[in-house]
């Protein structure tokens, strides 16, 4: 069969080679770290950037997809011949249809996020199918046509099993592995982590918690990263979870460029103003103001003050890109001993814990089993009968403004004697619908349900349990964190019209 000229092959070869430069571009971004327009730091379509599954194996899928066209593109008019040229034709083809349906799978299915440019490029892709496909369906294929088909398909499955077989951890659940450290003393000025490569001033990093903590997390945190948002929330809790005993350091990662200039900023607000920056660190986490470094250094410096800010910029300059360093030499000893180059890291005692868990119990128990502190010891000590949390840490999930949900809170006796319960506080609108009456025998567990109440306004939320007993100083104490989804647009119009 001669290379067919026609016009199908012409259009199909101008799809392709669009198709081309847009997965070009998304490999581009991936490598350097970089953005695409339209894709704001922190969105669905960065998050479907930056996940694992925009890369197999460490390489960008754009850049496979990419080659994939190309090789369609030369040889699309021989896509119904026989030979080698015909073979690869076919293969190229069927890996571009069935790639571009499994990535948007993924979308659809597991992240739950859309990034348009995929789609574009994707979309491109299966149109120089379909348009090479029309005339040539009605010809005369060669014996084994389908041979070519098997092979693109093979490909395509075989790299799906290779980002399925290795899950990033901010994706799903977190992946963790021991290290060396040696929890920062009071009486030490350092942290020194994986066996002494890695040396933190505990004075030059911002932390979650006091300055007279006995114990020391160090947590890798990116404003950029949803999930490390929501670690940071989480990580928020850990001191008044322990009274004091346990602080997070916080050392700025980032995934791009954007990211990088956002942590500048950000740390030096800290710099100039420590109630600046936990205005700014807040705001950020809440998803307050946009994530981009022109509007982050704005409110930086509203908040700081142009002439402080400038100030500081200036003056701790060297210190900022000292901690870029030891930040990025952190990442890679976390990520070479986790097996995984996703954030956040956290590292608490001896374990680094890399990814956002869906359980925050992950980071109390890592705290109580590296730190040798107690969570019963700490929230009840004082009386014969002792309450011991069991989850102190709950995770309400996704609710809608004033949505009224109960949840269970589990407890148990650990004491020597029977324990008599007085009441519960909430920091968030709720109401307990069941007490226990009378006392509370040595060694028995029970639970209390109590309903909880989202706020109206949209963004995180938390709700902190206290239940006080008769003869214990201290309260035991459950943190419910829930999210409040945005009201959707037309929803608000209707709101509007009817108050009217």
Same mark, same amino acid.
Not at 47 to 73: D, K, M, N
Not at 234 to 255: I, K
């Given at each position: 069969?001669?290379?067919?000229?026609?016009?199908?092959?012409?259009?199909?070869?101008?799809?392709?080679?669009?198709?081309?430069?847009?997965?070009?571009?998304?490999?581009?971004?991936?490598?350097?770290?970089?953005?695409?327009?339209?894709?704001?730091?922190?969105?669905?379509?960065?998050?479907?950037?930056?996940?694992?599954?925009?890369?197999?194996?460490?390489?960008?899928?754009?850049?496979?997809?990419?080659?994939?066209?190309?090789?369609?593109?030369? &040889?699309?008019?021989?896509?119904?011949?026989?030979?080698?040229?015909?073979?690869?034709?076919?293969?190229?083809?069927?890996?571009?249809?069935?790639?571009?349906?499994?990535?948007?799978?993924?979308?659809?299915?597991?992240?739950?996020? &859309?990034?348009?440019?995929?789609?574009?490029?994707?979309?491109?892709? !299966?149109?120089?199918?379909?348009?090479?496909?029309?005339?040539?369906? %009605?010809?005369?294929?060669?014996?084994?046509?389908?041979?070519?088909?098997?092979?693109?398909?093979?490909?395509?499955?075989?790299?799906?099993?290779?980002?399925?077989?290795?899950?990033?951890?901010?994706?799903?659940?977190?992946?963790?592995?021991?290290?060396?450290?040696?929890?920062?003393?009071?009486?030490?000025? &350092?942290?020194?982590?994986? %066996?002494?490569?890695?040396? !933190?001033?505990?004075?030059?990093?911002?932390?979650?918690?006091?300055?007279?903590?006995?114990?020391? #997390?160090?947590?890798?945190?990116?404003?950029?990263?949803?999930?490390?948002?929501?670690?940071?929330?989480?990580?928020?809790?850990?001191?008044?979870?322990? =009274?004091?005993?346990?602080?997070?350091?916080?050392?700025?990662?980032? *995934?791009?460029?954007?990211?990088?200039?956002?942590?500048?900023?950000?740390?030096?607000?800290?710099?100039?103003?420590?109630? #600046?920056?936990?205005?700014?660190?807040?705001?950020?986490?809440?998803?307050?103001?946009?994530?981009?470094?022109?509007?982050?250094?704005?409110?930086?410096?509203?908040?700081?003050?142009?002439?402080?800010?400038?100030?500081?910029? +200036?003056?701790?300059?060297?210190?900022?890109?000292?901690? &870029?360093?030891?930040?990025?030499?952190?990442?890679?000893?976390?990520?070479?001993?986790?097996?995984?180059?996703?954030?956040?890291?956290?590292?608490?005692? %001896?374990?680094?814990? #890399?990814?956002?868990?869906?359980?925050?119990?992950?980071?109390?128990?890592?705290?109580?089993?590296?730190?040798? +502190?107690?969570?019963?010891?700490?929230?009840?000590? %004082?009386?014969?009968?002792?309450?011991? #949390?069991? =989850?102190?840490?709950?995770?309400?999930?996704?609710?809608?403004?004033? =949505?009224?949900? +109960?949840?269970?809170?589990?407890?148990?006796?650990?004491?020597?004697?029977?324990?008599?319960?007085?009441?519960?506080?909430?920091?968030?609108?709720?109401?307990?619908?069941?007490?226990?009456?009378?006392?509370?025998?040595?060694?028995?567990?029970?639970?209390?349900?109590?309903?909880?109440?989202?706020? *109206?306004?949209?963004?995180?939320?938390?709700?902190?349990?206290?239940?006080?007993?008769?003869?214990?100083?201290?309260?035991?104490?459950?943190?419910?964190?829930?999210?409040?989804?945005?009201?959707?647009?037309?929803?608000?119009?209707?709101?509007?019209? *009817?108050?009217?």
């Amino acid at each position: 069969m001669k290379t067919d000229t026609s016009f199908s092959t012409t259009l199909a070869r101008l799809f392709l080679m669009a198709a081309v430069a847009v997965a070009l571009m998304l490999g581009y971004a991936s490598l350097t770290q970089g953005r695409v327009p339209g894709c704001g730091a922190g969105g669905p379509c960065d998050g479907v950037l930056q996940s694992h599954w925009a890369s197999v194996a460490g390489v960008p899928a754009s850049l496979l997809g990419a080659a994939s066209y190309l090789v369609l593109a030369v &040889f699309a008019g021989r896509i119904g011949a026989a030979g080698v040229r015909g073979f690869l034709a076919r293969a190229a083809a069927t890996a571009a249809v069935a790639g571009g349906l499994y990535f948007m799978g993924v979308q659809v299915l597991v992240l739950k996020a &859309f990034c348009p440019w995929c789609a574009v490029t994707h979309g491109l892709a !299966i149109c120089a199918v379909g348009v090479l496909l029309m005339p040539a369906l %009605g010809g005369e294929w060669p014996v084994r046509t389908w041979v070519g088909p098997l092979a693109g398909v093979v490909g395509v499955a075989v790299m799906g099993l290779v980002q399925v077989c290795r899950p990033a951890a901010s994706d799903f659940s977190a992946a963790t592995a021991q290290v060396e450290q040696a929890d920062g003393a009071l009486d030490t000025e &350092f942290v020194q982590l994986h %066996g002494g490569m890695v040396s !933190i001033k505990k004075a030059a990093v911002p932390r979650l918690g006091s300055e007279t903590a006995r114990h020391l #997390a160090v947590a890798v945190l990116d404003y950029t990263c949803p999930h490390c948002m929501k670690v940071h929330h989480t990580l928020e809790l850990l001191p008044g979870l322990f =009274e004091g005993n346990v602080a997070v350091l916080v050392m700025p990662g980032f *995934r791009n460029a954007g990211g990088r200039e956002i942590q500048q900023h950000v740390l030096t607000t800290w710099f100039a103003s420590r109630d #600046a920056f936990v205005q700014l660190d807040r705001a950020l986490r809440d998803g307050k103001i946009d994530l981009s470094p022109e509007v982050v250094k704005a409110e930086a410096m509203r908040l700081t003050g142009s002439g402080p800010f400038t100030q500081a910029a +200036t003056i701790h300059h060297d210190e900022i890109e000292a901690l &870029f360093a030891t930040t990025l030499s952190l990442m890679k000893l976390n990520d070479a001993a986790t097996g995984t180059n996703v954030l956040p890291q956290v590292v608490i005692g %001896g374990q680094v814990v #890399a990814g956002a868990d869906a359980d925050p119990q992950v980071y109390v128990r890592a705290a109580e089993r590296e730190f040798k +502190t107690g969570l019963s010891a700490i929230l009840a000590a %004082g009386g014969l009968g002792m309450v011991e #949390a069991r =989850e102190p840490l709950m995770e309400l999930g996704g609710m809608k403004p004033g =949505e009224k949900r +109960t949840v269970k809170l589990f407890m148990r006796n650990s004491g020597t004697g029977a324990l008599n319960l007085s009441y519960i506080n909430f920091t968030q609108s709720a109401r307990v619908l069941d007490f226990p009456q009378g006392g509370i025998d040595q060694g028995r567990s029970w639970e209390i349900a109590v309903e909880i109440t989202a706020p *109206r306004e949209a963004g995180p939320f938390q709700c902190r349990a206290e239940l006080f007993a008769e003869g214990v100083a201290t309260p035991t104490v459950w943190n419910l964190l829930g999210e409040v989804a945005p009201q959707p647009a037309a929803a608000a119009a209707v709101d509007v019209r *009817r108050a009217r």
